[in-house]
RNA sequence: GCCGCGUUCGUCUAAGGGCUAGGACACCACCCUUUCACGGUGGUGAUACGGGUUCGAAUCCCGUACGCGGUACCA
């Protein structure tokens, strides 16, 4: 009888969610979806006086704007709930209980102060941190070392002290790795971590263990820095559930930034976003950019992410949410770490606004263009004006730039690339051309070239050096795509009016 | 320091004993295009180092170097 499918992911609302944080959401909303299970997002508080008001509303956010929706979370509800740990306080800490009756944990009274003095002594060169460990725990104030009474008058007394693990003395511990393969350590090098803290709240090792058991969660893929505490882990699971319950571990590889692991300095630092979505700090008022902001869709994005540490084997590199749903696998995820690449960020971003029809992204891009104060009024026109563009866009803001002029003329010509060769001969030209525009039946790109082309021969000009005035009539200067398109899309009217205003402009120059 | 995990073009990666180590981004050149792009063709460019094992190693083993992570009553 196979156990469910069921994953989890567990973020903690300390600040905006970084690229890594999003990457284990969809690595973990893969396998889920692929495998038929379920995926619930869990709220790890744990840490009061680290959590930041209204992140996780952000962490939501983030995840809804990605397309990863959990099946169960603190905001949707379900079977497993609550799924905020500061609610599940309570459970906690007959687990860590029960623990010390099997002897594999115990209480320490020792106060801060104490544990810094600890340090203190033990501190050398060759051992810069000292560990709270089976080599000091004799040492210091703890139920294996004062007398089983004292202990029980502190704890009736409601002394402060917290539940620590009490690590073997030597065992190693083996597990497997879904991306690694067997992982082992040697228990005796790993300290007695805290369970459980003196404001009763759980650690993230004691909350992980439990939670996973009584969520039934089947696997747990997290980020690699999380391997070096994965033996105190694997070491609660046998004590309190069995490790045949266990989940299957999987530690993703870290993302990098330009130095080490990716940071919000460096999105400062080097220009681009690492978070999905503009986070504000309601402490400092610091707004961290995020790629939605910086103009990405979220379907490149999120394939961006998913090569970022992992691809299928083959050469394909641009997959969509459901591509990515068949396609992906645990065991094909890297081992290295990635350092982030915002150039190939872009290019996935060029990618999908080329593969997209307009209506993917025309509701950004319409706001984009409010924010500019340019109303649009016509949907069919604004589609039509985004597909003759995009191929130039690589940002959405480059709609901007790109389409601007489809929606008003030109305020500024720059005259600069045809001046020194404008003549009367073009000028009248230009006038039996936007004459003739009026009479044209047939309102295609190709009709309007062979009449411009026709025209042209007939004044004895070649139609070369006309294309691009014209090309600066219409949209003030030399970008946009192909001239008679953009006629085209303007229509008679509109063309002719932007000719007539070019040439009255004009007429000074020569 | 100790522990752990890594290491293929500048970057992301393919090749899990066997053709001239393949692709993508970036860069360069040419073609297409009388704008800018898209597109097309080609180019520069990598198996960290040293030992083994083998007929044969990027691939397996050992060592070294380097990088990263961890070493909190943070996650």
């Given at each position: 009888?196979?156990?469910?499918?069921?994953?989890?992911?567990?973020?903690?609302?300390?600040?905006?969610?970084?690229?890594?944080?999003?990457?284990?959401?969809?690595?973990?909303?893969?396998?889920?979806?692929?495998?038929?299970?379920?995926?619930?997002?869990?709220?790890?508080?744990?840490?009061?006086?680290?959590?930041?008001?209204?992140?996780?509303?952000?962490?939501?956010?983030?995840?809804?704007?990605?397309?990863?929706?959990?099946?169960?979370?603190?905001?949707?509800?379900?079977?497993?709930?609550?799924?905020?740990?500061?609610?599940?306080?309570?459970?906690?800490?007959?687990?860590?209980?029960?623990?010390?009756?099997?002897?594999?944990?115990?209480?320490?009274?020792?106060?801060?102060?104490?544990?810094?003095?600890?340090?203190?002594?033990?501190?050398?060169?060759?051992?810069?941190?000292?560990?709270?460990?089976?080599?000091?725990?004799?040492?210091?104030?703890?139920?294996?070392?004062?007398?089983?009474?004292?202990?029980?008058?502190?704890?009736?007394?409601?002394?402060?002290?917290?539940?620590?693990?009490?690590?073997?003395?030597?065992?190693?511990?083996?597990?497997?790795?879904?991306?690694?393969?067997?992982?082992?350590?040697?228990?005796?090098?790993?300290?007695?971590?805290?369970?459980?803290?003196?404001?009763?709240?759980?650690?993230?090792?004691?909350?992980?263990?439990?939670?996973?058991?009584?969520?039934?969660?089947?696997?747990?893929?997290?980020?690699?820095?999380?391997?070096?505490?994965?033996?105190?882990?694997?070491?609660?699971?046998?004590?309190?559930?069995?490790?045949?319950?266990?989940?299957?571990?999987?530690?993703?590889?870290?993302?990098?930034?330009?130095?080490?692991?990716?940071?919000?300095?460096?999105?400062?630092?080097?220009?681009?976003?690492?978070?999905?979505?503009?986070?504000?700090?309601?402490?400092?008022?610091?707004?961290?950019?995020?790629?939605?902001?910086?103009?990405?869709?979220?379907?490149?994005?999120?394939?961006?992410?998913?090569?970022?540490?992992?691809?299928?084997?083959?050469?394909?590199?641009?997959?969509?949410?459901?591509?990515?749903?068949?396609?992906?696998?645990?065991?094909?995820?890297?081992?290295?770490?990635?350092?982030?690449?915002?150039?190939?960020?872009?290019?996935?971003?060029?990618?999908?606004?080329?593969?997209?029809?307009?209506?993917?992204?025309?509701?950004?891009?319409?706001?984009?263009?409010?924010?500019?104060?340019?109303?649009?009024?016509?949907?069919?026109?604004?589609?039509?004006?985004?597909?003759?563009?995009?191929?130039?866009?690589?940002?959405?803001?480059?709609?901007?730039?790109?389409?601007?002029?489809?929606?008003?003329?030109?305020?500024?010509?720059?005259?600069?690339?045809?001046?020194?060769?404008?003549?009367?001969?073009k000028v009248a030209f230009f006038h039996s051309f936007s004459k003739a525009?009026?009479?044209?039946?047939?309102?295609?790109?190709?009709?309007?070239?062979?009449?411009?082309?026709?025209?042209?021969?007939?004044?004895?000009?070649?139609?070369?050096?006309?294309?691009?005035?014209?090309?600066?009539?219409?949209?003030?200067?030399?970008?946009?795509?192909?001239?008679?398109?953009?006629?085209?899309?303007?229509?008679?009217?509109?063309?002719?009016?932007?000719i007539e205003?070019?040439l009255?402009?004009?007429?000074?120059?020569?």
């Amino acid at each position: 009888m196979a156990k469910q499918v069921r994953v989890r992911f567990a973020p903690s609302p300390t600040g905006g969610l970084h690229l890594g944080g999003v990457r284990t959401v969809l690595y973990n909303y893969l396998f889920a979806k692929q495998q038929g299970g379920s995926f619930i997002v869990r709220i790890e508080d744990t840490d009061q006086s680290r959590f930041v008001p209204g992140a996780e509303e952000y962490i939501f956010d983030t995840l809804e704007w990605c397309g990863l929706q959990p099946d169960e979370s603190s905001r949707h509800g379900g079977a497993y709930g609550p799924y905020r740990q500061s609610e599940r306080k309570e459970s906690y800490r007959s687990y860590a209980e029960q623990l010390i009756q099997k002897g594999f944990a115990y209480y320490a009274f020792d106060t801060a102060e104490e544990l810094d003095a600890m340090r203190n002594r033990l501190r050398t060169a060759e051992n810069p941190s000292p560990q709270y460990d089976h080599t000091v725990r004799g040492q210091m104030r703890n139920s294996l070392t004062l007398p089983e009474n004292e202990v029980a008058d502190l704890l009736a007394s409601g002394t402060p002290h917290v539940i620590r693990i009490k690590m073997p003395e030597d065992e190693t511990v083996r597990f497997h790795d879904l991306i690694r393969g067997e992982v082992s350590f040697d228990t005796s090098l790993v300290d007695d971590k805290v369970l459980l803290k003196a404001d009763g709240m759980p650690t993230y090792h004691l909350a992980v263990v439990v939670d996973d058991h009584l969520m039934e969660i089947s696997h747990a893929f997290r980020g690699e820095e999380w391997l070096p505490s994965a033996p105190v882990h694997v070491l609660l699971w046998r004590q309190l559930f069995g490790e045949e319950a266990m989940p299957q571990w999987a530690h993703l590889p870290l993302i990098l930034g330009p130095n080490g692991k990716l940071s919000k300095r460096d999105g400062a630092k080097y220009g681009f976003p690492v978070f999905a979505m503009n986070w504000k700090d309601p402490k400092s008022g610091e707004v961290t950019e995020g790629f939605r902001e910086r103009g990405f869709l979220p379907e490149a994005f999120i394939n961006m992410l998913a090569i970022l540490g992992w691809n299928d084997g083959t050469e394909q590199e641009v997959f969509s949410l459901d591509a990515l749903i068949a396609k992906f696998s645990i065991e094909k995820v890297h081992k290295g770490g990635a350092k982030f690449d915002f150039d190939k960020a872009k290019w996935f971003n060029h990618e999908w606004i080329k593969r997209l029809p307009a209506s993917g992204y025309r509701d950004s891009v319409h706001q984009l263009f409010s924010q500019q104060g340019l109303e649009i009024q016509d949907q069919t026109y604004f589609e039509k004006v985004l597909d003759l563009v995009k191929d130039r866009c690589t940002l959405l803001g480059d709609f901007w730039d790109q389409s601007q002029f489809f929606f008003k003329a030109p305020k500024n010509i720059d005259l600069t690339p045809i001046k020194a060769k404008w003549n009367e001969d073009k000028v009248a030209f230009f006038h039996s051309f936007s004459k003739a525009l009026r009479s044209i039946s047939d309102w295609t790109p190709a009709s309007l070239e062979q009449l411009f082309k026709q025209l042209a021969e007939q004044s004895a000009i070649k139609p070369g050096e006309v294309q691009l005035p014209l090309r600066l009539m219409l949209v003030g200067g030399k970008f946009g795509p192909p001239v008679f398109d953009i006629a085209t899309l303007l229509g008679k009217e509109e063309t002719a009016a932007r000719i007539e205003a070019a040439l009255e402009e004009m007429k000074d120059m020569r």
